[in-house]
């Protein structure tokens, strides 16, 4: 399955100011809880937090756990999502 993460752009900021306000969540909770309420997919927001907080350890095998259950095979943007101002 192949998803652009550019097409989601529109949220980086919102998910910024989640993440500021809900400080005492982990990753995992974060992102799911984004995600359901915004239609945004899970490995949209865990890419989003990469480049809101830089890419820990914790977000890679998040990553590569939700590119193996969603059998994602290309995720295009992630260059363009890195290079933008936060």
């Known amino acids: ?19 500021q306000a809900n400080l005492n969540l982990s990753l995992s909770d974060l992102i799911t809880n984004y995600a359901v309420s915004t239609h945004v997919p899970l490995i949209v927001c865990a890419f989003y937090m990469a480049k809101i ?24 943007g992630i260059d363009e999502l890195m290079k933008l101002e936060k």
């Open 53 to 76: 907080e830089g890419m820990s350890a914790e977000t890679q095998a998040l990553i590569e756990r939700l590119k193996s259950f969603y059998r994602y095979d290309e995720i295009v």
């Open 1 to 19: 399955m192949k998803i652009d993460l550019m097409m989601y752009r529109a949220n980086l900021p919102t998910l910024k100011a989640y993440r």
